[in-house]
């Protein structure tokens, strides 16, 4: 059985850091690809970063490039999401999620098949 455990979230003021991470269980995490996403009140789920499998490639959403970092620790079937420079409109549920293809390098939310529960971000102005 496939688990996605997300951590992390919480409420902190503009400006701020946060460290999300996502604990992975149940499949061969260092050969999947890994994303995070968010979706706000309203709005649609859209991709925040993605990682390949061995760390060295990643993607950014322009809304979060220089602010947020997307790493991986394949030892510990970890993948983290560190978020600086936090503002207002970071706010929204975080989830991690994993590739239906697991090697497939996308941003695509459909090609998600397996996700986490989620964890609250909210910034305050």
């Known amino acids: 059985q496939v688990q996605l455990v997300e951590s992390g979230g919480g409420l902190v003021q503009a400006g701020g850091s946060l460290r999300l991470s996502c604990a992975v269980s149940g499949l061969a995490f260092r050969i999947v690809t890994m994303g995070w996403f968010r979706q706000a009140p309203g709005k649609e789920r859209e991709v925040v970063a993605v990682?390949?499998?061995?760390?060295?490639?990643?993607y950014y959403a322009d809304s979060v490039k220089g602010r947020f970092t997307i790493s991986r620790d394949n030892a510990k079937n970890t993948v983290y999401l560190q978020m600086n420079s936090l503002k207002p409109e970071d706010t929204a549920v975080y989830y991690c999620?994993?590739?239906?293809?697991?090697?497939?390098?996308?941003?695509?939310?459909?090609?998600?098949?397996?996700w986490g529960q989620g964890t609250q971000v909210t910034v305050s102005s």
């Open positions: 990682i390949e499998w061995s760390g060295g490639t990643t």
């Open positions: 999620a994993a590739p239906s293809k697991y090697l497939s390098f996308t941003s695509t939310p459909s090609e998600y098949i397996h």
